[in-house]
């Protein structure tokens, strides 16, 4: 039986509505996952790694102009800047150096104030990883490539899951299954392998159920499971 005019116009409207719900979904999720500007093309996964030898650049962060002036050494070469070596460690929830701290690094940086992790690269040099924070910018860099991709994701993966974290314990129980499905979809698809991302989501789980036993108790036992289970398959 043919379809009627205003049916066909109907049916496209739902189909408009829910993927602009969707999309507002994603939108609400964002202030997590818009960390993540790039994801491995080669389909490769990497080791997380917390700790190692990185050279760092960053301009004096008592200037109220450092970003600006970081910008100025990137991009004109006839600027001359030197690069210091730190012994970086990417702990549970902030970057700390285990060099003589100072600079940008005379105290941790939490991860709550990193804004973006992006790679970068500077002329006559090789790729690098190029963090914002809301106190300044600043640049890592490995010796090698497969340790500047592998630094790069580790600490993107390190910022987004405490981003994740913060929703997560902030969310109704009426989003907070939602969320949890998302989360353990980025651990899934991450350019780490699983081995590694898993543990971080489970701890949220436990926390989740420690400090929101009332928010968790509106969620059913199979909802959880089939929530989590694409980790423990894996």
Request: net charge positive; aromatic share 6%.
């Amino acid at each position: 039986m043919p379809i009627s005019r205003e049916k066909r116009m109907t049916q496209s409207l739902k189909v408009r509505v829910s993927s602009a719900q969707g999309c507002e979904k994603f939108k609400r999720t964002s202030s997590a996952s818009n960390i993540i500007t790039s994801n491995s093309t080669c389909g490769q996964k990497y080791n997380l790694i917390s700790e190692g030898s990185l050279s760092c650049l960053y301009p004096n962060p008592s200037s109220n102009q450092s970003t600006n002036l970081l910008n100025r050494l990137l991009h004109q070469s006839k600027i001359s800047y030197s690069w210091e070596t730190h012994t970086i460690v990417l702990e549970e929830s902030q970057i700390v150096t285990k060099t003589t701290p100072k600079g940008m690094f005379t105290s941790g940086i939490p991860f709550s104030s990193i804004l973006k992790v992006t790679t970068f690269k500077m002329p006559k040099a090789p790729k690098c990883t190029k963090v914002f924070t809301k106190d300044g910018n600043f640049l890592l860099q490995a010796p090698s490539v497969h340790l500047q991709d592998q630094w790069f994701y580790s600490l993107q993966w390190k910022v987004t899951v405490n981003k994740y974290k913060d929703i997560l314990m902030e969310a109704k129980s009426d989003v907070l299954l939602q969320e949890l499905k998302l989360l353990v979809s980025l651990a899934m698809s991450f350019p780490l392998h699983v081995a590694d991302t898993h543990i971080p989501v489970l701890n949220i789980v436990s926390q989740l159920l420690s400090k929101k036993a009332v928010t968790m108790s509106n969620l059913s036992q199979e909802e959880l499971i089939t929530a989590l289970a694409p980790l423990v398959e894996n």
